[in-house]
């Protein structure tokens, strides 16, 4: 079984700057998309930057030139968020995503995943 858990978080002031991780837990051999979604209050959730299954990297028009999402080179099943310029718009419970997972014994589980949640607020 996949399990996505999100890290970093937290209370920030405009202008500032924050950096989510994600860690894919389980017997993964592959994961073809990763990234991040968010939902603030009485808003549907959004993609804010993803690795699609392409290998593209797609950001959310909202945070291009503000934010940047990675993955370890390493260890392809962790994917980053740098974001920086915070906004109080960008207030939201942030996700990690993935999709189409290949198991070690090459089974493929389409998903897609979800982390937990990690809350960012932007305030001053």
């Known amino acids: 079984q996949v399990q996505l858990v999100e890290s970093g978080g937290g209370l920030v002031r405009p202008g500032g700057s924050l950096r989510l991780s994600c860690a894919a837990s389980?017997?993964?051999?592959?994961?073809?998309?990763m990234g991040w979604y968010r939902q603030a209050p009485g808003r549907e959730r959004e993609l804010v930057a993803i690795?699609?299954?392409?290998?593209?990297?797609?950001y959310a028009d909202s945070v291009k030139g503000r934010f940047t999402i990675s993955r370890d080179s390493a260890n392809l099943k962790m994917v980053h968020l740098q974001m920086n310029g915070l906004k109080p718009e960008d207030t939201a419970v942030y996700y990690c995503?993935?999709?189409?997972?290949?198991?070690?014994?090459?089974?493929?589980?389409?998903?897609?995943?979800w982390g937990q949640g990690t809350q960012v607020t932007v305030s001053s």
């Open positions: 690795f699609s299954r392409t290998g593209s990297l797609n």
């Open positions: 995503y993935a999709a189409g997972v290949t198991s070690d014994d090459s089974v493929h589980y389409p998903g897609p995943y």
């Open positions: 389980g017997s993964i051999l592959s994961i073809n998309a």
